[in-house]
């Protein structure tokens, strides 16, 4: 099981350059394969703005 449900995370891009976007379920982030930022899970929805993105 991962952090979001299987079929919102086959959609979901990161916003900024619409990268693929691979899990780290022990920082409970979506982190873009493009630029490299991550967007936090929480209570498994993934918050999904590029304010609220960290770098890594």
């Avoid at 982190?31 to 967007?39: Q, S």
């Amino acid at each position: 099981m991962g952090l979001v449900d299987d079929t919102l995370a086959e959609i979901l891009v990161c916003p900024a350059d619409k990268g693929a976007l691979r899990e780290d379920e022990e920082r409970s982030v979506l982190w873009c394969t493009d630029c490299g930022l991550g967007y936090p899970v929480r209570d498994g929805i993934p918050i999904m703005l590029i304010d609220e993105a960290v770098e890594a």
